[in-house]
């Protein structure tokens, strides 16, 4: 027999599997030693009033029923000599491209600019210690992508609870803890990332995938109308009629390409801001009203959004009990952006503050036509490395003279290891974006007494949420409106963003594919 229950629990209660189970057949009115296992379908705390509660949704199992498994397997076929896919990017869109390729028989070929993840450890330790951005293996380059070294936040907005659910489960399959199948808020953690990553090169290696690294796409082939594949630094030639490109938004060059070859690009809304850093004492104490945090409850986080003269200000990508990152791809641009660890306990609690800004936005960059978004992103990064003393260093202020106006005479701990310089934000930040930010923490103060503090850090710049442009595809096929073959795909083709929806637009691509070939 299997019944549905509802438990409201207090923390301590809801970390304690012997409770759990009193409670749970209790409920389903079953007795305890009937008991065979129970499967939790939710979990999440509810910290809205001062008595914090966590509230689980458990299936119970009895009698001599088994627990059925809830993670339904990867199964590849042998795609060794089967028909080639190019895919562009070793992201979750190019990755989870190639797994769902590969269950439906087709072989992908995948062309990484960046390193394999282990070694881009090294890459990535190198801009801290040293001040240098290898252009092709960095925070945002190199195997697994952008979500590598990062929180591993694992919601998204995206209302497609299947293909969510399948990109969740072919993460379990692949080493993560289950218990992202339930949690409310979902992470993983960069220290447990690229283990998932390493699992899920071998699986598409054992099915007969290939992966091509440390090769930069610098050009496509095109013939007419259609893609026949791409070309790669060192001049190497690589053909197939599908190519995915899940080149990620921080890929310029590619924009680059697309223009040059007549692959047609559009504007879209993008956002940027800054990193605004708090002691995560001081997050908890607001967001638990005051209790201690104590062994059981999580790094408390914040979600905050606010309308300021028609666009939009809002937190963005909030880390409790992380790090600010370097997240520059070359020299002489700063860009930060944050990451936790799994236990997420670190001293600090991080969150990107971001405006909103659309095409017509942008009339002072006109003259870029379609990439004018990428020209104001560029002239920001450039602006920050100017400020924070041409290195990595970023440029930094106390948050409430960011808000006040004025200028910091010294600065407090920050987790950002390249090192941060105090700088007057609030005079070289462009205007429309400077004065939102600062009505906007403003007001975000008042839904969070304590959080407009000099205790807090604000660090330049978030420039890269989202891409300011899209690479227009068809809706019904996905193929590029204009280039047959083409499938534009994950954050880069401004059709996804965030690890899950880029994960699930791979998918979505490589099913377009195969619907294609007559294979689903
Ligand atoms: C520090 C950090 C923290 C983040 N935290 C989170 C989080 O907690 N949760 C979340 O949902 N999202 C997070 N994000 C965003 C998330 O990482 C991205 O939304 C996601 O990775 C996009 O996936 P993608 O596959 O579309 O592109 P990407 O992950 O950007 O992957 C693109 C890949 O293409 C490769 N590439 C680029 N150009 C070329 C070329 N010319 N030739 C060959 N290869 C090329 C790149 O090297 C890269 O590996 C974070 C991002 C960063 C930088």
């Not at 007969?208 to 610098?218: A, P, T």
């Not at 641009?333 to 659309?358: D, F, H, L, Q, T």
């Not at 200028?407 to 609030?426: A, D, E, R």
């Amino acid at each position: 027999m299997e019944k549905q229950v509802q438990i409201n629990l207090s923390p301590a209660a809801a970390a304690d599997e012997t409770t759990i189970r009193k409670i749970a057949a209790s409920l389903s009115g079953i007795d305890l030693s009937e008991l065979t296992a129970l499967r939790v379908i939710k979990r999440s705390v509810d910290a809205r009033k001062k008595n914090i509660r966590v509230n689980l949704i458990v299936d119970v199992i009895s009698g001599s029923n088994e627990a059925i498994p809830a993670i339904a397997p990867f199964i590849p076929l042998n795609v060794s000599l089967k028909q080639e896919v190019i895919v562009v990017g070793a992201g979750p869109a190019g990755l989870f491209a190639a797994l769902r390729l590969i269950e439906l028989g087709l072989r992908p070929v995948i062309i990484e600019r960046g390193r394999d993840v282990s070694s881009r450890k090294k890459d990535i330790a190198r801009i801290s210690r040293e001040q240098i951005v290898d252009p092709d293996s960095n925070y945002c380059f190199g195997e697994g992508g952008a979500g590598t070294y990062s929180d591993g936040k694992l919601y998204t907005r995206s209302k497609k609870r299947g293909d969510n659910t399948r990109v969740l489960e072919l993460l379990c399959f692949h080493g993560t803890n289950p218990n992202i199948m339930y949690e409310a808020h979902p992470h993983l953690g960069t220290d447990k990332l690229p283990g998932i990553i390493t699992e899920i090169r071998k699986s598409i290696l054992e099915a007969g995938g290939q992966f091509l690294m440390g090769k930069k796409v610098i050009d496509f082939i095109i013939e007419g109308d259609s893609i026949k594949g791409v070309v790669t630094s060192g001049n190497e030639y690589f053909r197939s009629p599908f190519v995915i490109l899940a080149t990620g938004h921080s890929a310029r060059d590619i924009y680059d390409i697309c223009k040059n070859r007549g692959v047609e690009l559009t504007m879209k809304a993008f956002a940027m801001g800054v990193r605004v850093e708090h002691p995560q004492e001081l997050i908890d104490k607001i967001q638990y009203h005051g209790n201690p945090r104590g062994e059981f409850l999580p790094a408390s986080s914040y979600n905050l959004a606010k309308q300021i003269d028609g666009r939009g200000v809002y937190s963005f990508c909030m880390c409790p009990g992380g790090f600010i990152v370097p997240s520059a791809t070359m020299q002489e641009e700063v860009v930060v952006n944050g990451m936790s660890p799994s236990g997420r306990n670190s001293p600090y609690a991080n969150s990107g503050i971001v405006v909103e800004i659309k095409p017509e936005d942008l009339n002072k960059y006109s003259s870029f036509g379609v990439m004018a978004g990428l020209e104001f992103q560029k002239e920001l990064e450039r602006e920050a490395w100017k400020n924070g003393g041409h290195t990595q260093r970023a440029p930094a202020q106390r948050l409430a003279d960011f808000v006040a106006g004025e200028n910091s005479s010294s600065l407090p701990k920050v987790s950002y290891f390249p090192g941060v310089t105090s700088s007057p934000l609030h005079n070289w930040f462009p205007k429309a974006i400077g004065r939102r930010l600062r009505d906007g923490f403003r007001l975000f103060g008042q839904v969070m007494n304590g959080y407009l503090t000099n205790e807090a850090v604000v660090v330049g710049v978030e420039s890269r949420t989202s891409s300011p442009v899209r690479i227009p595809r068809d809706p019904e096929n996905l193929q590029h409106i204009k280039i047959r073959g083409l499938y534009p795909c994950g954050e880069g083709s401004g059709y996804a963003g965030g690890i899950v929806s880029s994960a699930v637009d791979g998918m979505r691509v490589a099913d377009s594919i195969g619907k294609t070939m007559g294979l689903s």
